[in-house]
Every structure is written in C-alpha cells, then in structure tokens.
C-alpha cells in the first residue's frame, strides 16, 4: 500500500532563516506531487505541483522555493523565511497522468510557525 | 471565477443526530466533485469522488450528492460518531485544470456527547 511521510510535524524558525521541509511517498511510481499551504478558516492553496523529477510549476509568486529531486521526493525551500510565511503546510499526492478521478492522498502536515 | 462555498461554516449535534453539509460551486467546466473529512492538525482525508454522471455515493456513514444542474453537493453523515468531529471540506476539480483543485473553506463540525 501507498504511504506519504512528511516532517517535521511542527517547526518554530526566525524570520530570515532558511527552511527546508520534505515530504517522501512510498508503495507508488511516477506519482504527481503537490506542495499546499492552509491557513486558518480558508481553503488549502496550492503552492507547487510536479509531474516528474525536476518538473516544477509554482501556482503563486512568493519567496518559496519546491524541488523533485527523486520521483518520490519533494522538498519546499526557503532561503529567507518572512512572517507571512506562518502556516500549516501539506504535502499530497496523487497517481500520475491528469488526476480526472483521482483522489489526494495528504501527509499529516507541518505546523511553522515564523517568529 | 472558480469558487466552492460551504455551509454551514460550523456545527454542533448530538451524538447519534444526523447532519447534512452544503456546497455550492461555479466551476466551469466541471470534472468532479471530491470531499474530504480533516481531524484537527492532520492532513484531510478522502471520503468520496463523484463525476457529472454520479449523482449519488456513499462511504459508510457519509453519503454525499450532487446536482450538476444546480451546481450543489450535500454530504450527509448518519448517526453521528465523536470521531465525525472534524472540518469537512469539498473540492471541485475543473476539466481544463485538473492540477489546480478548488477548495472550499470546509464545515467544522463538533459532535458532543
């Protein structure tokens, strides 16, 4: 069976500091890897999706970088993190190819909280 | 403009009550229609997927619809559980994006014993 891990489950950084969270599938190939952020009483915002290793598309302008470097690896970046960036993160995926009917499965997230 | 709403924003019910959450869409043209059940500080979990030609499905407990027509889904949770307690949140998936999901802001739903 498919499994997502995703760490760390909470993070408190300064503002300014990098960061780095990853997120790893297991029991699938080829899987479409998404990057969503949640913020409190609002729908989940996709950050960054990919459809294969390197492939990277950013679905809003900020200072957030995502990276694929294995087919089931996927890392979201920071060089400098800002307050705004504060947020419940998660990690999904989904079978590969155009997802019509295929479900999200999600990792259990990251609480960061930028002080 | 692609939008989902929900309603109510939250609820509370008895345990063993029944409930019924709304959503309402504008996305165009439409693929499916997805909802997800989300425990407090985990990741949201799927309950079911339905295309146009579905109007109807069920996972245990939840039952959810969907009127292509009118652009609205319910999901309906019979005999409520403590464990329903949760935000529930429905999804709309457009043909001409399939990678871009639009969520809805969810139901937080509080079953009290």
């Known amino acids: 069976s498919q499994t997502i891990h995703q760490w760390p489950a909470t993070l408190v950084q300064p503002v300014g500091s990098p960061l780095s969270l990853e997120c790893t599938v297991e029991g699938t190939s080829n899987p479409n890897l998404y990057w969503y952020r949640q913020a409190a009483g609002r729908g989940l915002q996709l950050l960054f999706y990919s459809v294969g290793i390197g492939q990277i598309s950013s679905e809003v302008p900020q200072n957030l970088s995502a990276s694929r470097p294995q087919d089931r690896q996927f890392i979201l970046s920071s060089k400098k993190l800002l307050l705004s960036d504060s947020g419940f993160y998660l990690c999904?995926?989904?079978?590969?190819?155009?997802?019509?009917?295929?479900?999200?499965?999600f990792g259990n997230g990251t609480r960061l909280t930028v002080t | 403009k692609n939008q989902v709403e929900q309603s109510p924003q939250s609820l509370i019910i008895l345990e063993g009550k029944n409930c019924t959450l709304q959503c309402n869409y504008t996305v165009s043209p439409f693929s499916n229609l997805r909802w997800y059940k989300q425990d407090t500080g985990r990741g949201p979990v799927s309950l079911t997927i339905?295309?146009?030609?579905?109007n109807t499905k069920s996972n245990g407990r939840y039952t959810a619809t969907l009127d292509a027509d009118t652009k609205q889904s319910s999901l309906h949770i019979t005999a409520s559980q403590l464990s329903d307690s949760a935000s529930y949140i429905c999804?709309?998936?457009?043909?001409?994006?399939?990678?871009?999901?639009?969520f809805g802001s969810g139901t937080r739903l509080l079953v009290r014993p």
């Open positions: 339905m295309t146009f030609s579905e």
């Open positions: 999904a995926w989904s079978l590969g190819g155009f997802p019509y009917n295929s479900p999200l499965h």
């Open positions: 999804v709309v998936s457009a043909m001409d994006s399939s990678y871009k999901l639009i």
